[in-house]
């Protein structure tokens, strides 16, 4: 079973605009929402988390959006740039908890 | 980078062979996990490691086993490679604490023929 579902599986925007990716979660009881970056031919790399005590939160041109009643929770790239270009992980689990389930993985290319 | 080595980082086998991929951390951290990336799929879970000797599976286990002997090293064992277990490996670490804030390894790319 696919416990975060991620969309799009892939995204291209100019440079300057918003990118922006969805996940929606199905167990009530994870609290923790990370995103991973990752650039080809590399690991993700942690770049935002989240807890569902707050709604929003940012982190220079990235924002977290959460929406605990529709579980639900999107990544927000503001003013992109081509160095952006990378693959971009949600993921959920408990605080904790020591597994985290993934999404599917959105292909972000930012175009000059 | 935050001391995770894997390795080999590129190989190629043919069905049927055994397979192991190692990872070494030099962060002393409690938590190790395999997963594998595959596309449309994300991250997927292996196994994981929540201390010496101690294992667990995770979501896609099946025809794979692990063995952490040290606190350093966590090796994943394909007994006999599949052309399904074709795909890129990743190690991650994390500290007791914080359990779920993962570092991960360069990937290990495995080509199963």
């Known amino acids: 079973q696919q416990q975060v579902k991620q969309s799009p599986q892939s995204l291209i925007v100019q440079k300057g605009g918003i990118s922006i990716i969805n996940c929606a979660y199905e167990?009530?009881?994870?609290?923790?929402f990370p995103w991973y970056q990752q650039f080809p031919g590399k690991g993700p790399a942690l770049l935002i988390a989240?807890?569902?005590?707050?709604s929003e939160k940012k982190e220079g041109r990235f924002t977290i959006s959460f929406n605990k009643s529709a579980k639900q929770f999107s990544l927000h790239i503001m003013d992109s740039q081509p160095g952006d270009s990378a693959t971009y992980f949600c993921a959920a689990s408990k605080t904790y908890g020591n597994k985290l389930t993934f999404g599917g993985g959105t292909r972000v290319l930012v175009k000059p | 980078d935050a001391g995770i080595t894997q390795s080999p980082r590129h190989k190629v086998t043919e069905t049927g062979t055994p397979v192991t991929l190692r990872c070494h951390q030099t962060e002393n951290h409690r938590y190790m996990y395999w997963y594998r990336q595959d596309p449309g799929h994300g991250l997927r879970l292996i196994h994981y490691s929540y201390g010496v000797k101690d294992t667990d599976k995770g979501e896609v286990s099946d025809g794979y086993s692990v063995s952490r002997s040290k606190t350093e090293d966590f090796l994943l064992t394909l007994e006999s490679a599949t052309s399904s277990q074709t795909s890129v490996y990743f190690c991650?670490?994390?500290?007791?604490?914080?359990?779920?804030?993962?570092?991960f390894g360069a990937g290990s790319r495995l080509t199963v023929l």
């Open positions: 989240i807890r569902p005590d707050v």
């Open positions: 991650a670490i994390s500290p007791s604490s914080g359990a779920n804030v993962l570092t």
């Open positions: 167990n009530t009881a994870f609290d923790y």
